[in-house]
């Protein structure tokens, strides 16, 4: 498991490629997001995960069955967490985008077909300010957000 990172994958740079092919300006605050999101795009508070197939179960409970007891609970831990995070970013007043691994392998233009609805949405409200640089910790800091 030494060889498994959880930032720099191929995904992720095949996505960051896109993005910067987009002209989409991509922020480092990512370390003050709950989750660590792998992209903050400040044009209109998205966030990007990236979400590998297996470590974050796409389609869990159709393989659950073929693995031990150990990696069940591993990534039954990693999907309530993807949750979780994905609610509180949520409640701050930020857009959450998921791309899974099978989606981009299969169709990598799903980024553009993702991201066009939410940024034009998002850029095209007045009240849509970019990510603070301190931390993002709570949704009055953001008024006027609408929940998803």
């Known amino acids: 498991m030494s060889g498994i990172h959880s930032h720099g994958t191929q995904l992720e740079k095949k996505v960051a490629e896109m993005l910067r092919k987009l002209g989409i300006r991509l922020s480092d605050s990512a370390l003050t ?15 990007i995960f990236v979400d590998s197939d297996f470590w974050h179960g796409w389609q869990y409970p159709r393989w659950k069955s073929k693995l031990s007891k150990y990696w069940q609970q591993k990534i039954e831990a990693t999907r309530a967490r993807d949750k979780k995070n994905t609610r509180r970013i949520r409640r701050m007043g930020v857009r959450v985008i998921r791309l899974w691994e099978h989606d981009l392998n299969r169709n990598p233009n799903i980024i553009i077909d993702k991201l066009r609805p939410v940024m034009h949405s998002a850029i095209a409200k007045a ?18 957000h609408s929940r998803d």
Do not use: W
């Open 127 to 144: 009240r849509c300010k970019p990510f603070p640089r301190r931390l993002l910790c709570h949704p009055a800091q953001f008024p006027n």
């Open 33 to 47: 997001i709950p989750g660590r999101p792998d992209f903050v795009l400040e044009q209109g508070k998205v966030v």
